[in-house]
């Protein structure tokens, strides 16, 4: 399925749930689709998480050698990720069957990669080196294996989509608020209306 570009949203909390969520509204086969059937869209999406995800990154600028080239390996990290995520957020643990094609493909994105990561204050490396898209999804996707994260995850009833609940007492029901929050709260307003005009008519 074919869609004009729309500007997406950054809602996952990291690098990789973003990423997962590139696949709009999963589970729905009349309504889905992949912000990465076009692979060109990788590059767009990599230049935007540059600065939605700065502070995840340390600011090290993200970049794309070839849409094309990597989309294999972007789509196997996106895939596994939300595959493995998305079952613990229902188990509210990591399932190990799940583990080996998840780091079989997050391998895959650090293979060639020459970097240094995780030094104090520089997660992702020097920030003043930019590091391959692909590289960069893998390491924020091996990220969501710490169990304060796990147990931070959530779905968001309304779009599907993965994010990490960083709300004080863990009680953030929606990726979005702005979005996805205010759209059920106006569902529900719609359904009360319709609801009380029944009764109205009925009386």
Avoid at 113 to 136: H, K, M, N, Q, W
Wanted: hydrophobic letters at 40%; charged letters at 25%.
């Amino acid at each position: 399925m074919t869609v004009a570009w729309t500007p997406h949203r950054f809602t996952g909390g990291l690098l990789a749930l973003d990423t997962a969520n590139t696949v709009v509204l999963r589970g729905d086969p009349q309504r889905t689709f992949d912000r990465f059937d076009d692979p060109a869209e990788i590059a767009r999406f990599a230049d935007a998480a540059s600065g939605f995800r700065a502070a995840e990154l340390g600011d090290r600028r993200l970049t794309v050698s070839s849409p094309a080239a990597i989309a294999p390996v972007v789509l196997l990290i996106r895939e596994t990720t939300d595959r493995l995520f998305r079952d613990a957020v229902s188990k509210g643990a990591v399932a190990t069957a799940g583990l080996p094609d998840f780091l079989r493909a997050c391998a895959d994105g650090l293979a060639g990669s020459r970097t240094e990561i995780g030094a104090p204050g520089r997660p992702f490396g020097d920030p003043l080196v930019p590091i391959p898209f692909e590289a960069a999804l893998a390491v924020s996707a091996l990220s969501l294996l710490r169990d304060d994260t796990v147990a931070r995850l959530r779905i968001c009833p309304n779009c599907t989509w993965l994010f990490v609940d960083r709300s004080r007492n863990s009680s953030r029901r929606w990726c979005d608020m702005a979005v996805c929050g205010n759209r059920q709260k106006a569902s529900r307003h719609y359904r009360r209306r319709r609801m009380a005009a029944h009764e109205v008519k009925d009386a």
